[in-house]
């Protein structure tokens, strides 16, 4: 088997990326089987692509990503017996690579998506790219693929909805054997710690349930972490933690109670749940706006909580702050869900078997 991840971004960059593809690398080298990857983003306009700015070079890098792209698909793609689509194969215009791939040279491929990446949603910072996207590419992307892995069911519901030959439900894990463990370190008299971690683009979800932090704030005591690339609003009181690949783990084992709030939109509907796995993988106990993929996640009031109002909000979070024994069992049994379901271990066979059934379509009888 020789395979090809076609990418959006530079390898250790995007936790989409890492999650999804990146971190099944060593069970493909211990299964010695071949790969490549090739990413649209070279790392220099990967530096630059999200911050204010820079538009000539942010246009050069993407020139240099369809260029990259061009050689791949029309000379390239031969030594291939397998082909893996993350989101992606170029981020503007249609989806003219995948149409080459799968229509004029016939090579079936996998569909990798965590996200609802077919709805409108730029960064500040690009909004100049918007009539560029097509994200009505998403539905062919769907149908020429031979399998689809999508993250929750919301995204597989999108599928076959959009024609998909065949879906396997991938849900985005974590390696709970080696990198996530439980913390052990924590201190019976440090003052609680309310966490939440996330980028940029996902700020405005920690921003939904500021009247509920400044409330809670003014009966109990606790600190709110927050992991990010870009500080929160200065409204909420915070202990902010620039994030870091090597020590996100660590830092995230310093909270007691994981938060993961979402707006009441659609776009939401399509996200993974991939923070309450985190918190979760970690002992943490997590709440959670409700989502249909969360509520798989989480078995409500038993390894966590789903809420959908303030008041909801207000409540849970009081009741685990005043109650350590309840966090402490909540966070034992969040573990145990997660290496069941959402563990690298426990998908690892469901990785494997997309990529032989993809082989064996693209392999002459």
């Not at 349930?209 to 409204?235: C, G, M, Q, R």
Request: charged residues 25%; contains cysteine.
């Amino acid at each position: 088997m020789n395979i090809l991840f076609i990418v959006p971004y530079p390898l250790e960059k995007a936790p989409s990326q890492r999650f999804r593809i990146e971190q099944f690398f060593p069970l493909l080298d211990k299964e010695n089987i071949q790969y490549t990857t090739a990413p649209f983003i070279d790392a220099a306009t990967w530096e630059i692509l999200y911050g204010k700015g820079s538009q000539l070079k942010k246009v050069k890098g993407i020139l240099g990503g369809y260029l990259r792209r061009l050689k791949l698909i029309l000379f390239e793609t031969g030594k291939y017996d397998v082909f893996v689509i993350h989101r992606e194969a170029a981020p503007l215009g249609p989806p003219i690579f995948e149409w080459i791939l799968a229509k004029i040279l016939k090579k079936k491929y996998i569909f990798d998506y965590d996200d609802a990446i077919w709805m409108p949603k730029i960064s500040s910072a690009n909004r100049f790219a918007i009539y560029l996207r097509c994200f009505w590419k998403t539905k062919f992307l769907c149908r020429w693929a031979y399998i689809n892995t999508p993250g929750n069911h919301f995204l597989e519901d999108y599928a076959k909805r959009s024609g998909a030959k065949k879906t396997i439900l991938l849900p985005t894990v974590v390696d709970a054997e080696v990198r996530y463990r439980p913390a052990t370190h924590k201190k019976p008299n440090e003052v609680l710690k309310i966490g939440w971690t996330g980028s940029h683009s996902t700020l405005e979800y920690l921003e939904t349930i500021k009247n509920v932090l400044l409330e809670l704030k003014k009966t109990h005591d606790f600190k709110l972490y927050v992991i990010a690339d870009v500080p929160p609003s200065k409204e909420l009181e915070h202990e902010f933690i620039p994030w870091n690949a090597t020590s996100e783990i660590e830092q995230l084992k310093l909270f007691d109670i994981g938060i993961m709030p979402l707006l009441k939109e659609s776009f939401g509907e399509g996200k993974c749940g991939f923070k309450l796995i985190q918190y979760m993988a970690v002992g943490i106990p997590g709440i959670a706006s409700y989502t249909r993929a969360n509520a798989h996640i989480v078995d409500h009031a038993v390894n966590g909580y789903i809420c959908n109002t303030d008041e909801e909000w207000l409540a849970t979070l009081k009741g685990l702050i005043e109650d350590k024994n309840k966090r402490d069992e909540m966070g034992r049994l969040a573990r145990e869900k997660v290496v069941t379901f959402y563990s690298l271990k426990s998908q690892e066979h469901v990785f494997l078997d997309a990529l032989r059934q993809c082989q064996a379509a693209n392999t002459p009888t």
